[in-house]
């Protein structure tokens, strides 16, 4: 009988033994990086939205507070987006018959809500508390990034819970004063002085480091 | 191919050799052959024989200590609690595996789905995102109401808490209350207007019924009558005294089935009119109850049970003395220092030796016999009550003959009670006719053919009405019929026309507690589904089509366009009408239209209806909740057995037994092997099959029916459920009579909570005499069962907790075992049910249980509750077991459960020695239904499949309230927290707090001499503590508190404490 394998099977076994190991390396590894990428966690994904709102335009061009609009977010656990009637405050008066500004007035005549995309989707069994961080010395763009200087808003930081425990194993390296939490202009100085600056902030603040790391701290 | 099956061994459920009761789905599955099994059962019997009892024990089943207990015992679920129990075989399984694994792949690599947020177009003033805001409000319930501050959040109702402020709330609720949420979301309400059985709607009623009304008030209303539940509404009563008045020959009836007629005949007889009496119980010394159970049902037994416990705090003052004389085992029976049974027909028969003893001139019952306890407890109450003039209570149970009332009113009177302890106020029920004689009379007027049209509002009488009436069948006849309903019930199923009712959180109305205090009840939320309130209707019955909140407001002079009216904002916002208190009136009992003695007939079986401890009446029969939250003493859900006394159960099972008087422990499996066996129940002439259950403390030859369960249509909760007792009740003998019982051959199946979760008999609740306390306050802690200084712990180094710490104690003196506390766990944590073949199989999710132990002898026992959930140890065994840290402690001393990270090893609860972890084996929580997304917390996660949960000390609470303290830059104050267990007690036996906070209530709990810890002795350091019960016996009587503890075994204790004979310790040899 003739011999059905050459000698050069080997090789080919041997060869076909690592591309196999390496297709199955190279999807969980292809796998990883889709998983960690950009576009699936959409970080610096600008979000098209039924209006489009230019916090550019609003927050520094027209020099409007955070607070007019996101009114709680430094009183309760959820910061709010704005009923329709917030923007008729002004714009009853301002652009009034800009076509961008149809979804508006649909809204508000008929009663509707406007369905704004969720931009910060926080997974649905971490218990985040807006007031508690900006209360205690942690800024917008600490985590929102400029928003000020967005014409529509993305995310700038994936918000996995690897990056939420980067601030709440060493908060003295992002807080800030007070007085500077709504300040969207605010540069943290120098790694060193932040150092000093900042731990003295979370002992003022009375921040009890250990406990942040507790698990019940944002998930119950 | 040889077939190599791999299934369980315990899969096999044809292979049940035990021929015991079966206690889990699928066989116990010994491994030794049956000759093996009966040497060791018999080696076992053996050694129990030695045993003069063991004194402590928890069902019947424990004593036994059969193998197949034991195998209970041993395994952490019952066996086949972890097999595949859905109707998909193995091959489909694999199927589904292969599918649900390659999309577990998938789905990681995609990316999640848009969310949007939706905001409001115009937001309500005040309104902030997620922040709950608390109504004031009040829940009917047999005509009274309960205060309630019902939480809100973005405009949905999701928790009834008590108001504070409220006279019969005091800030706590009952169970109902608290499961009325589940209620209110019940996907199986009724939603639409019937026809017969076309939908309709609510126009075409209106259209239907003017011409109807037209036609029924050119007759003067003849052939009109209305069938309505008790009401106290001072807006209902207005209404229909204005509609009485257009149509004066129409008759208003009202039923409750479980109607207090006889306390009002009685005041009708001793008072010459309908007044009620009103008790204090924290200025009685002694409170002797005559078969009321005013600890756990009733009316306002949620405020009742707090003044109560105010007399049973050791530390606070002098304890109160309390003697039970009742006829099937309840919540009061376990709380009493004194406890007798009688047979129902006997307590009237005891009130009367009572009152002769007492100095009062009454004829005494002939052919009763006193036994040697009850002789010698009523001549210790009849002392006591005499050394307490002024400051006692007698108190007569609703369900025993006006007699047995009017020697209690007659008993407080002579004791100079009156004014002091007890205020008679008239009633606040709107014209309590007497139920049972006005249903009798309107369905004598239906079969007569004199009624042309019927409006039934709230009630089920179809169901819930004596059976001799035969309701249903003359409501066929009558031509036209209306039913307002919250279901479409059986009644609704019948009559002509059903309009779905609100319920009371969707709707105006007003209503008045038990002390005549009046709430004007505010909505919560629009009705959910296309639902009218009683007033709407009567309203249009009228001709007036008017909402309810305009009616509340006419009733009250407040008008629609005065928005400042001082008197409509505070009243809401306080949740009452000030002053609206009944005043005490002053009546004097006349005994002589008391009715004749009865003749005791000693034979024969006699029956007892009872409102099902978590059901009510029946109306709640489609709550899950309620269905399957244990009931107090039986821990049964799911059902409502006959309940029969250990000794009758022998009798009429034949079961041999070789010394009836005197049950030993090898009996007792024989017994509990009876457990579920169906008898025929014969009550006046009609005939009832339901399961038995063995009740030790039970009367002998009495049978107690729970009323409420066996609907047929209801919903799919309550159809089918348990045995609809009302189909035996008759009009004459609502309460209780004689019957024929007799036992057959067939077996059903009963699910008890009972045998789950044992602990063996060890130091569990500890328990003493008030004697043995003043001799030794920290008798508690010396009952240990070994050396607590045993420090050996997996844990290395010991743990500071410097911030806060947070922990409980529950106090076993005023822990009444009423399951408020389970339901407001449930209500607030999200917590599903499983139905009763999951419960079966020792699956419930309960985060907290109420164990209940037993004490003492058969037929005469103690018997105790103690509430357990997650103790939160210190050095928790079950955080050292979790391969993948998904049980972990924070810093604060909580031991936290992680969803996300539990894969489902369920090692935790098998290191758990609390056996408080709660495993979700299937997909438990219904995530579908759009009314129950509604419903839950949205603070707390919803746990799917294969995650394992347990009690968090309500970490939604502590985040909440910590978080605002923050905000505010300010500690949390003490006491500021509280579980939702916590806030629910109506005794506050449970209290929660920072024990490192020197003002916190917890801290000074744990300091008292009588807090110990359950299993201490193992050195985890549970953060929940329990504070021992201590018993008040009258010397005179003495008393055993029926347990002896093992250390006292070992110790000898009677020589420890000498003089103590009597006081305490159980069966020494």
Known sequence: MKQFFRPYANLIALISVFVVLYAVAGFLWGGLVLDRANWTRRVNLPVEQPIPFSHQLHANSLGMDCQYCHASAGIVAYSNIPPSDTCVTCHHEVKRNSALLAPLWESVNNDTPIPWVKVHDLADFVYFNHAVHVNGGFGCTTCHGQVNEMPVVWKVHDMTMAWCLDCHRNPERYIRPADQVWNMEYEYPPTAVQATLGAQLVREQGINKEVLTNCAICHR | MPHTTILPSGSDATRNQSGINELSEGSPAPRLSPQEQLRDFQARMELLRGKQGKAYWRGLEELADTPQFDEVLQREFPRGAAEWLDPISRRNFLKLMGASLALAGVTACTRQADEYILPYTNAPVGLLPGVPAYYATAMPLGGLTTGLLAKSVMGRPIKLEGNPKHPASLGATDLLAQASILTFYDPERSQVVFNGNNQSTWANFVANIGPQMTQIKAANGTGLAFLTEATSSPTFAALMERLLADVPNATWYQYEPLARDNAFRASELAFGRQVLPKYDFTKADVVLALDADFLNSGVAWVRYAHDYATRRRIWEGDLSRLYVIEATPSATGTMADHRITARPSEVEALARVIAQRLGLNVPQASGLTLTEKQEKVIAGLVSDLQAKRGRSIVIAGDEQPPAVHMLAFAINEALGNVGQTVAYIETPLVQPRHNFEGIKELSEAMGRGAVRMLVIIGANPVFTAPADLDFGAKLAQVPFSVHMGLYRDETGRAATWH???????????????????????????????????????????????????????????????????????????????????????????????????????????????????????????????????????????????????????????????????????????????????????????????????????????????????????????????????????????????????????????????????????????????????????????????????????????????????????????????????????????????????????????????????????????????????????????????????????????????????????????????????????????????????????????????????????????????????????????????????????????????????????????????????????????????????????????????????????????????????????????
């Open chain 2, 499 to 1069: 309009i779905p009712e609100t319920h009371f959180l969707e709707t105006w109305s007003d209503g008045r507690a038990y002390d005549g205090t009046t709430t004007i009840m505010q909505p919560l939320i629009a009705p959910l589904f296309n639902a009218r309130s009683p007033i709407e209707l009567i309203s249009v019955l009228r001709g007036v089509e008017l909402p309810s909140i305009d009616l509340i407001r006419n009733q009250w002079g407040v008008p629609a366009n005065d928005r400042f009216n001082t008197f409509w904002q505070t009243t809401l916002d306080e949740g009452l009408v000030a002053d609206s208190a009944a005043e005490p009136v002053n009546v004097k009992v006349d005994l002589g239209s008391l009715p004749p003695a009865p003749t005791l007939n000693s034979g024969g079986f006699e029956v007892i209806f009872r409102p099902d401890p978590t059901l009510y009446d029946g109306r709640f029969a489609n709550n899950g909740w309620l269905q399957e939250v244990p009931k107090p003493l039986t821990k049964i859900t799911w059902d409502n057995p006959a309940l029969i006394s250990p000794r009758t159960a022998v009798a009429l099972l034949n079961i041999p037994v070789s010394d009836v008087a005197n049950l030993k422990p090898e009996d007792y499996e024989k017994l509990s092997s009876a457990n579920g066996r169906m008898l025929n129940i014969t009550y006046g002439g009609r005939v009832l099959r339901v399961p038995l259950w063995v009740t030790p403390g039970h009367p002998d030859n009495t049978v107690t029916l729970y009323v409420g369960n066996g609907h047929t249509a209801l919903g799919v909760i309550a159809n089918g459920t348990g045995f609809n007792t009302y189909s035996i009740r008759t009009s004459d003998a609502p309460w209780f009579g004689p019957a024929t019982v007799t036992a057959t051959a067939e077996q059903y199946k009963l699910v008890s909570t009972q045998m789950h979760h044992s602990m063996e008999g060890r130091a569990i609740v500890r328990v003493g005499t008030l004697d043995r306390y003043r001799e030794n306050p920290e008798f508690v802690k010396e009952l240990a069962e070994f050396n607590q200084n045993l420090k050996k712990s997996l844990f290395t180094g010991e743990w500071e907790y410097n911030g806060h710490a947070w922990g409980m104690t529950i106090d076993l003196n005023t822990c009444t075992g009423c399951n408020a506390c389970v339901v407001a766990c449930q209500a607030e944590n999200n917590i599903p049910i499983v139905g009763k073949s999951q419960v079966a199989m020792g699956r419930e999710m309960h985060w907290i249980r109420i164990d209940r132990y037993y004490g003492g002898t058969l037929e005469d026992p103690m018997m105790y509750f103690q509430p357990m959930a997650c103790v939160h140890c210190e050095k928790a065994p079950c955080e050292l077991v979790c391969p993948v840290a998904a049980t972990v402690h924070s810093h604060e001393g909580i031991n936290s459960m992680v969803y996300n990270r539990c894969v489902g090893t369920k090692y935790c609860s098998n290191n758990c020695p609390y056996k408080v972890r709660r495993f979700n084996f299937l997909q438990y929580v219904d995530e579908t239904t759009p009314s129950f997304k509604l419903m839950r917390n949205p603070e707390v996660t919803v746990r799917s499949r294969g995650v394992m949960e347990k009690c968090t000390y309500c970490q939604q609470r502590i985040s909440a309230v910590g978080q605002a303290a923050k905000v505010q830059n300010r500690p949390i104050a003490a006491n500021e927290i509280k579980t939702a267990c916590q806030q629910v007690c109506p005794t506050g036996a449970i209290v929660f707090g920072d024990i490192n906070n020197s003002e916190d209530t917890v801290t000074a709990m744990k300091e008292l001499p009588l807090n110990y810890a359950v299993l201490g002795e193992l050195n985890v350091v549970p953060r929940t503590t329990y504070l021992g019960r201590v018993l008040n016996f009258n010397p005179e009587i003495g008393g055993d508190v029926g347990i002896t503890y093992f250390v006292e075994q070992h110790h000898g204790h009677a020589d420890d404490h000498g003089g103590q004979s009597d006081g305490h310790g159980g069966h020494r040899k």
